[in-house]
């Protein structure tokens, strides 16, 4: 069983398109990040939310957190090719030897121009 | 100086090599992660360090056998490999051990063949 299910894994859309990427669990996280990955290197750190109802910016983007911390979500206003890549969710889980970061199974975008 | 450097980039070894993977952080963090990641995949954890000690173990197999000499080093030594152990291997960090991961390295390509 998935604790992150995320959707959807695949999406080709056009440049100038709008697109969100749902990240959801019936877990309660204390904190969810953001990841985007391109081919043959590590992942990149987007965001961090860390509040039920949070919402962040980072220009074209928006992150929201679930008011429950359940879930997230990433929007992505006029993409561009240069956001193609794997996007990523990861909650935190905390454990009796410290916490995890639990991967969702990622979204693969190409913007194609 | 913002970044988690690894050493190689990429790697090809056979079965009966032994070879090591390293990770370099200097941003003072005090908790460092090793995973590894399929094609198309999330990475999966496979190990933490914090604050030089072992804290998490995902039930690796023995021919992984990771190190941390301090707290800006961690190694991942290799030996008895097999074909499926083929993958991005990414190294991590962050501030503490709260498994929020902060950065990743640009990870390791290691083929086994």
Redesign the interface.
């Known amino acids: 069983t998935q604790l992150l299910e995320q959707s959807p894994q695949f999406l080709s859309i056009q440049e100038g398109e709008n697109l969100t990427v749902y990240c959801n669990s019936s877990s309660v996280f204390s ?1 969810l ?1 953001w ?1 985007r990955q391109e081919p ?6 987007l965001v ?1 939310v860390v509040t039920g109802g949070e919402v962040k910016k980072l220009k074209r983007l928006t992150f929201q957190f679930g008011d429950a911390r359940k879930d997230s979500s990433l929007h992505i206003t006029a993409a561009q090719p240069g956001d193609t890549g ?1 996007y ?1 969710c ?1 909650g ?4 009796n ?5 639990i ?4 979204t ?1 975008l190409s913007v194609k121009p | 100086d913002t970044e ?1 450097t ?1 050493t190689p980039k990429h790697l090809v070894m056979g079965m009966t090599n032994k070879k090591s993977l390293k990770c370099e952080q200097h941003m003072g963090h005090r ?1 460092m992660y090793w995973y590894k990641q399929k094609a ?6 496979m190990f ?1 360090y ?1 604050y030089e000690k072992l ?2 173990n995902e039930s690796v197999p023995s021919r992984f056998s990771p190190e941390c000499p301090n707290s800006s080093l961690l190694n991942l030594h290799l030996h008895a490999l097999q074909p499926e152990d083929s993958a ?1 291997y ?1 190294c ?1 960090s962050s501030p503490t ?11 390791t ?1 290691l083929t086994v063949v």
């Open positions: 904190s990040q990841y043959g290197e590590g992942p990149v750190l961090t794997l990523l990861a935190v889980r905390f454990y030897q410290g916490g995890k970061l991967f969702g199974q990622g693969e | 988690v690894q908790a198309k995949k999330p990475p999966e954890l933490v914090s804290s998490i991005l990414l991590a051990g709260s498994g929020r991961v902060a950065f990743f390295g640009q990870g390509r």
